[in-house]
């Protein structure tokens, strides 16, 4: 099974999409899935349902973060660097696929037809995250 099924079945038994994307590379970035789960929470329907930047993106970039990050606090930035580039690329990426950024324009499109679905903008973020992250 890929990961874009992975995380689209986990949207269906009621992940949000930040959840979703995350909790199915759990394995990959050594981080248990409940721990993913509970930081992802805040993240659905664009942060705090506020419709904000796509909770599915806002996963990938939790996980460049866990890819990249050396979690050293006592050198707080060096590791940064890499991470805003990768989730920049990934943003990039997203929104040429999915035509939008934000969940609610998304949802709503030009003329309130969805661009593009959520399970969709799960799928195009796990390809994302395993193009850009080599997961």
Do not use: P, W
């Amino acid at each position: 099974m890929s990961k874009a099924d992975i995380a689209s079945a986990k949207h269906r038994n009621g992940f949000n999409c930040c959840q979703s994307v995350a909790c199915a590379f759990a394995e990959e970035v050594g981080v248990d899935e409940s721990m993913l789960y509970r930081m992802g929470e805040g993240f659905g329907a664009g942060m705090g349902t506020t419709q904000g930047v796509c909770g599915a993106l806002s996963g990938a970039a939790m996980l460049a973060g866990l890819v990249y990050s050396d979690g050293n606090t006592e050198r707080a930035g060096m590791t940064k660097a890499k991470t805003t580039r990768a989730a920049g690329i990934m943003q990039k990426k997203f929104v040429e696929r999915a035509k939008a950024l934000i969940c609610k324009d998304i949802k709503t499109g030009n003329d309130g037809k969805a661009f593009t679905s959520c399970d969709e903008c799960i799928r195009i973020a796990c390809g994302i995250v395993e193009e850009e992250l080599g997961l």
